[in-house]
């Protein structure tokens, strides 16, 4: 499975952000989505995840209520919308699959991941 992020960009704070994930190769299977984020000096953090069938899905307690993930399984892709941008949303976005059906919240449980996309928000 291939994974390609778009949608980073430098936005003023109070903005939104739509980044997507479109998956290419072996996307028949089962897979559970995700974005993590991380920031210059920081470790890589979770996000949000999807569940495969998208009913499921979960976020860290920094985003809820801002952001919104999302995945359109037609297309092979997943979203992150993200509105009410903080500067410490700045990080570089990745998206990622694990071969599950439900959430994953750790990193080593996805086995795909996308080349990150970064999103730079300013005071």
């Known amino acids: 499975v291939q994974l390609q992020a778009s949608g980073g960009g430098l936005v003023q704070a109070g903005g939104s952000l739509r980044l997507s994930c479109a998956a290419s190769?072996?996307?028949?299977?089962?897979?559970?989505m995700s974005w993590f984020r991380q920031a210059p000096g920081k470790e890589r953090e979770f996000v949000a995840a999807?569940?495969?069938?998208?009913?499921?899905?979960d976020y860290v307690d920094s985003v809820k209520g801002r952001f919104t993930i999302s995945r359109d399984n037609a297309k092979n892709t997943v979203y992150l919308q993200m509105n009410s941008l903080k500067p410490e949303d700045t990080a570089v976005y990745y998206c990622?699959?694990?071969?599950?059906?439900?959430?994953?919240?750790?990193?080593?449980?996805?086995?795909?991941w996308g080349q990150g996309t970064l999103v730079t928000v300013s005071s």
């Open positions: 190769g072996r996307t028949d299977s089962t897979y559970a």
């Open positions: 990622a699959a694990a071969p599950r059906r439900y959430i994953a919240y750790n990193a080593y449980e996805y086995n795909y």
């Open positions: 999807i569940s495969k069938s998208g009913v499921s899905t």
